[in-house]
């Protein structure tokens, strides 16, 4: 909450001092002209947020029939965290691993994963990333991080505009002899030191408010992880479910920067960076950290172990958290036995999850085998690729989905898979 | 008149205080009773998907004719039930057997690979994880609650409107209530 206070009166300031330095008493013109920047997109921002978050990042929303298993952890942690309405699920196609959460209140709230993340991770795993990001919603984390992202970019956007109107106006005192005079005296502009205030301002207040935002953003990151490990009993699920992450360096190519603190890792940054200018704390530490818990899962555990790795007195969490705060033991890990079968099981999972999401058709063959055929399959038969048997394809019915399909997203949905395997080729060819 | 206004005030600014007090007292007691709910709700749930799995693994597990039959028996039970430590008892035991289940079924391998069987087991699995996740938050709410009627000033306000504790979901048995582990 400080930090909002201080972003607030930064924007404040910077209108009111800008405002001044243009011509005496145009102080409140200047710091009104700042608010009306930052009511207006916070307004965009409050009801459009989540569908540019979601549309940046091209995800795609499943039902639970797509993908039970993720559909069954998102409702477990909705329940442990008890929130009053299951967020709606999305799959992001692309092959790193990374989550965000997004809307603007629990009851507008989405979830979505990368296809990576569905691949890579084993059920606890997954858990402590969900858990992750329904603390974030019920933190209300998303609305305090688009309110903190609005000021700045606010501040951004004034400033820049302020340095336009400053550099036209002295040029064209220059240019038209006399100066026109401002709010109050005769002279054109402000008090001079107003305006060496104004341009110091200018300068400094973008990156300011940006190391604002981003201190913040770390802020919540921690008291989400420590949330999830709440939720869950189980903070070894989140931390190695962050060292696969970790291990991970395959970037989001096409998530866009003013999202990047809702993911769980900041997906445009390759490698975990650390220090002032990252949206994220290290996965180092946050790893470190959940371990360090001491086989308890509370707020207070999690603060006394982000001392301990830190080395430093004062908490990562705010008091309110840390109010009401109960001992819990730690449960015990589910034993799963990751054998190859159950790892390409998921994999096939996961591939199905996004297919069914882009309007697949899955037929049966004789064989056993399930036939995926794209929507925008245009023959009659298909040949099966394990016993080489025709299979009819019902063109008629697909043509209706197609239709629909086409209605809600706008676009083939073919197209996203193809992408994504030629990704995957290209990948291991690489490699 | 200044005295008769400072009065007035006070006594006004101490009739909200109490208003918002009992309101947020009614409000944590709704939400034990909503997380109450929840817990039902997952029983519910595990009750309903028995019956489809019995079915599922009757023609693989032979030999297993008396767990089965437990698992059956268990759960009417707890169906029927109709006080609460009647039910909590049948809960406990349907657990009980559950948690036998599932190390039976490492046994039989083609169970394990039948397509409908995975899903049942998913099923399963997070139901058990529901239940003890509705356990958690309500046992969470319920603390909550309960500091809220012992701390001062609102127990003042609890005492005045007979707000009780609530209980805690409590397990008599560890052993006997914990949630099965599921082997995958």
């Known amino acids: 909450m400080f930090l909002v206070f201080l972003m607030a009166l930064l924007l404040v300031t910077l209108g009111y001092v800008v405002g001044e330095a243009m011509g005496r008493g ?18 965009v921002a409050y009801f459009q947020g989540h569908q540019v978050a979601l549309r940046s990042a091209g995800a795609k929303k499943i039902q639970k029939e797509d993908h039970p298993r993720l559909y069954n952890i998102v409702e477990e942690m909705t329940i442990a965290s008890g929130l009053g309405k299951i967020p709606e699920v999305y799959v992001i196609d692309s092959p790193a691993l990374n989550a965000f959460a997004a809307g603007r209140n629990p009851d507008n709230a989405v979830v979505a994963v990368t296809a990576g993340l569905l691949r890579r991770l084993n059920r606890d795993q997954l858990q402590g990333v969900i858990a992750h990001e329904i603390a974030h919603i019920k933190n209300r984390d998303i609305l305090f ?14 400033c820049e505009t302020m340095l336009r109107v400053f550099f036209y106006s002295s040029a ?3 240019s038209s002899g ?3 005079g401002g709010g109050g005296g005769g002279r054109g502009g402000g008090h001079p030191i107003m305006m060496i205030a104004a341009v110091v301002l200018i300068i400094l207040a973008p990156i300011l408010s940006r190391l604002l935002y981003l201190a913040s953003s770390r802020k919540r990151e921690y008291l989400a992880d420590a949330t999830a490990a709440v939720y869950t009993r189980y903070p070894e699920g989140l931390a190695s479910a962050l060292e696969a992450i970790k291990r991970d360096v395959q970037p989001m190519n096409q998530v866009n920067s003013a999202v990047a603190p809702m993911f769980i890792k900041n997906p445009l940054q390759k490698v975990s960076a650390r220090g002032l200018f990252s949206t994220h704390p290290p996965l180092d530490d ?19 172990a982000w001392k301990k790795v830190g080395g430093k007195r004062a908490g990562a969490l705010p008091a309110s958290a840390l ?3 109960q001992d819990a033991g730690v449960r015990e890990a589910s034993p799963l036995a990751q054998d190859k079968a159950e790892a390409r099981h998921q994999s096939r999972e996961a591939g199905d999850a996004l297919r069914k999401a882009n309007n697949f058709l899955f037929l049966a063959c004789v064989c056993g085998l399930r036939v995926k055929i794209p929507p925008d399959f245009k023959k009659k038969e298909i040949e099966c690729p394990r016993c080489h048997r025709n299979v009819a394809v019902p063109l008629a019915q697909m043509a209706a989905a197609g239709v629909v399909a086409d209605a809600v997203s706008g676009k083939k949905g073919g197209g996203l898979i193809q992408q994504a395997k030629e990704r995957g080729k290209k990948g291991k060819k690489d490699r | 008149m200044i005295p008769v206004i400072v009065l007035l005030v006070v006594a006004g600014l101490l009739v909200v205080f109490i208003i918002s007090m009992y309101n947020r007292l009614v409000q944590a007691r709704n939400q034990v009773k909503n997380a109450w709910s929840q817990i039902d709700v997952q029983l519910k749930r595990r009750h309903d998907l028995i019956p489809n799995l019995i079915e599922t693994v009757k023609g693989y597990m032979t030999h297993e004719r ?5 698992i059956t028996k268990a759960r009417s039970r707890a169906m029927q039930a109709e006080s609460v430590g009647e039910r909590s008892q049948a809960e406990s035991e349907l657990s009980g057997a559950m948690g036998q289940f599932y190390v039976v079924v490492e046994n039989y391998p083609d169970l394990k690979a039948n397509e409908n069987f995975l899903s049942l087991q998913e099923e399963l699995t997070s139901t058990e994880n529901r239940i003890g996740f509705a356990r958690q938050y309500y046992n969470d709410e319920v603390m909550k609650y309960n500091n809220r009627i012992q701390m001062f000033p609102s127990n003042v306000i609890a005492g005045m409107f007979n707000f009780k504790q609530e209980d805690f979901f409590e397990i008599e048995d560890p052993g006997e209530r914990e949630v099965p582990k599921v082997a995958f």
Do not use: C, H, K
């Open chain 1, 323 to 325: 109010a009401g705060d």
């Open chain 1, 26 to 43: 145009g102080g409140y013109v200047g710091l009104l002209i700042a608010v009306a920047i930052w009511t207006i997109l916070g307004l």
């Open chain 1, 145 to 158: 991080m688009t309110l903190m992202g609005v000021m700045a970019g606010a501040i951004v956007i004034f």
């Open chain 2, 66 to 70: 008396e767990l089965l039959e437990n």
């Open chain 1, 172 to 174: 064209g005192r220059m």
């Open chain 1, 286 to 304: 946050r790893i470190g950290i959940l371990r360090s818990m001491g086989g308890a899962a509370s707020f207070n555990a999690y603060q006394e």
């Open chain 1, 178 to 180: 006399p100066p026109r």
